[in-house]
């Protein structure tokens, strides 16, 4: 009886092929790419005299689900940033931009796909 047991037991395990006849990857990712601008950035701005954002040259865009962190990646000093992430949707925020008051974004990402994005931080100037 035992060694029937035994041969059971040995066809049984996982297959290596996957029964939809493609393949999964467990680390498929998604890339969110773009930039973190500040503004207004000046102390008076008139409808003649363009003020134009600034880029924020400091801190990290942090992408969480939940509450949760899920990744982070740096603000460049020229004020881009890149995540790779699991596919999903993700609020990203800049964060450690010092005294600025920055927004969160709800952005969703698909696997294979590049998702840009601009967050926008308030200086206060008014």
């Known amino acids: 009886m035992s060694i029937l047991v035994a041969a059971v037991l040995a066809g049984c395990g996982s297959s290596s092929t996957p029964s939809s006849g493609g393949t999964t990857s467990p680390t498929a990712t998604a890339t969110v790419t773009g930039s973190v601008v500040s503004g ?3 102390p008076v701005a008139h409808a003649d005299t ?3 954002d600034r880029p924020v040259g400091k801190g990290a865009v942090v992408a969480r689900v939940g509450g949760h962190e899920a990744g982070r990646g740096t603000i460049s000093s ?4 890149q995540l790779s992430l699991p596919p999903g949707s993700y609020e990203l925020t800049p964060e450690g931009t010092g005294i600025l008051t920055c927004a969160t974004v709800e952005v969703p990402v ?5 998702t840009p994005v601009t967050l ?3 200086t206060g100037i008014r």
Do not use: K
């Open 50 to 52: 363009p003020c134009p």
């Open 40 to 42: 207004p950035s000046c």
């Open 78 to 81: 020229a004020g881009r940033f």
């Open 120 to 122: 926008r931080c308030d």
């Open 110 to 114: 698909a696997v294979g796909q590049t």
